[in-house]
T-cell receptor, first 113, second 114 residues
Framework: ETGVTQTPRHLVMGMTNKKSLKCEQH?????MYWYKQSAKKPLELMFV???????ENNSVPSRFSPECPNSSHLFLHLHTLQPEDSALYLC????????????FGSGTRLTVV | GESVGLHLPTLSVQEGDNSIINCAYS??????FIWYKQESGKGPQFIID?????DKRQGQRVTVLLNKTVKHLSLQIAATQPGDSAVYFC?????????????FGQGTELSVKP
């Protein structure tokens, strides 16, 4: 365990479904991130939250909706996804926004059918 | 555009040999570089980092070299073991006042042959 826990580990959903990914950290970090990892592509930053405030949305389609109720929890709400959204979704946290001290979760493997 | 790239997508080495994984970056303003290891079914795991005011940093069996002149980063793994088999990513970050986010390279898959 890295200290960043993601659930579920695997998710299969239809294009009309609504589901949510959850990320939790108890490292005392104040920044949390969502990354998308597709096969043979670099990790793509999706969203950044710093002290519960969204500070970056990297041109992510609105079918992905993040939520950060507190510094320890981060959600990614999914609705009407496309097959090309199938990927590994990684959550990370760091003491504050920036490149330092990142800890990654193990990810949620999402398959959209 | 800005990018961090790796020269080879795959690398195969014999157990016990040394491995060298290379990375090129494009943003001369980046001040911090990190190597991550990602095993199957897991998220990226920190291996070693280096700041832009350094040329070399050593850890346990790993060494990172930074050549700012040609914007090149490398990871050396000594006496490679089967447990080193994974995908390795380099990442760079700009100073906090320039956005301070990690930019990842494409990754090199290291296979260790027994």
């Amino acid at each position: 365990e890295t200290g960043v826990t993601q659930t579920p580990r695997h998710l299969v959903m239809g294009m009309t479904n609504k589901k949510s990914l959850k990320c939790e950290q108890h490292l005392g970090h104040n920044a949390m991130y969502w990354y998308k990892q597709s096969a043979k592509k670099p990790l793509e930053l999706m969203f950044v939250y710093n002290f519960k405030e969204q500070t970056e949305n990297n041109s992510v389609p609105s079918r992905f909706s993040p939520e950060c109720p507190n510094s320890s929890h981060l959600f990614l709400h999914l609705h009407t996804l496309q097959p090309e959204d199938s990927a590994l979704y990684l959550c990370a946290s760091s003491p504050r926004q920036g490149g330092y001290g990142y800890t990654f979760g193990s990810g949620t493997r999402l398959t959209v059918v | 555009g800005e990018s961090v790239g790796l020269h080879l997508p795959t690398l195969s080495v014999q157990e016990g040999d040394n491995s060298i994984i290379n990375c090129a970056y494009s943003n001369s303003a980046s001040d911090y570089f990190i190597w991550y290891k990602q095993e199957s079914g897991k998220g990226p795991q920190f291996i070693i980092d280096i700041r832009s005011n350094m040329d070399k940093r050593q850890g346990q069996r790993v060494t990172v070299l930074l050549n700012k002149t040609v914007k090149h980063l490398s990871l050396q793994i000594a006496a490679t073991q089967p447990g080193d088999s994974a995908v390795y990513f380099c990442a760079e970050t700009k100073p906090y006042n320039q956005g301070g986010k990690l930019i990842f390279g494409q990754g090199t898959e290291l296979s260790v042959k027994p």
